[in-house]
């Protein structure tokens, strides 16, 4: 099975700052079936990102995907004050599954 | 709009069973690719089950076996059949599901949850 490892754990950001987040595949994945979704306190995981790189509807272009291989990166170009929440990636293979997860938090 | 809607959950003995339901409006559940995804309080997202359009199904290690992951077609609903449970199977079962064919299995609708809580 294919282990996700997300870095870092907590992200301190003010607004307006820039975020990269992390996302380590134990093995290879196919691009096609790397996603990100943001997840806020008290709600169900949005999807933000599909495909490595292609927003999702209505995704705002602060957002974006990058990435091959093992290793994907979510960057937020400026960090807005709804953008603070909880970031998962996840492989959708045969046997799908998710990173543990950034924070980002306020600094 | 596309909606889904979880239900079913509640508090269970530890080696008891609960069926929680995954009702779905303004799409067609036996045309789609229909998960569940659970969190446990406090921790992250964890794949549970995954049911095809064709029926397929396949299960995550932790819960195969114990878990049987269901649809009626009539009824544009899903299901996960839980038996065997444990205290770790406690958590926020989420229903979700790929609306869009071009998002390539990426979950871009979600329940809002149901929690199961095993305990004695």
């Known amino acids: 099975d294919i282990v996700l490892t997300q870095s870092p754990g907590t992200l301190s950001l003010s607004p307006g700052e820039r975020a990269t987040l992390s996302c380590k595949a134990s093995?290879?994945?196919?691009?096609?079936?790397l996603a990100w979704y943001q997840q806020k306190a008290g709600q169900a995981p949005g999807l933000l990102i599909y495909g490595a790189s292609s927003r999702a509807a209505g995704i705002p272009d602060r957002f974006s995907g990058s990435g091959s291989g093992t290793d994907f990166t979510l960057t937020i170009s400026r960090l807005e004050a709804e953008d603070f929440a909880v970031y998962f990636c996840q492989q959708y293979g045969r046997s799908p599954s998710f990173g543990q997860g950034t924070k980002l938090e306020i600094k | 709009e596309v909606q889904l809607v979880e239900s079913g959950g509640g508090l269970v003995q530890p080696g008891g069973s609960v069926r929680l339901a995954c009702a779905a409006s303004?799409?067609?559940?036996?045309?789609?690719?229909m998960t569940w995804v659970r969190q446990a309080p406090g921790k992250g997202l964890e794949w549970v089950s995954v049911i095809y359009s064709g029926g397929n199904t396949y299960y995550a290690d932790s819960v195969q076996g114990r878990f049987t992951i269901s649809r009626h077609d009539s009824k544009n609903t899903m299901y996960l059949h839980m038996n065997s449970l444990r205290a770790e199977d406690t958590a926020v079962y989420y229903c979700?599901?790929?609306?869009?064919?071009?998002?390539?299995?990426?979950?871009?609708?979600w329940g809002q949850g149901t929690t199961v809580t095993v305990s004695s």
């Open positions: 303004g799409f067609t559940v036996s045309s789609s690719y």
């Open positions: 979700a599901t790929m609306t869009d064919p071009s998002y390539y299995y990426a979950l871009d609708v």
């Open positions: 093995q290879s994945v196919n691009s096609k079936f």
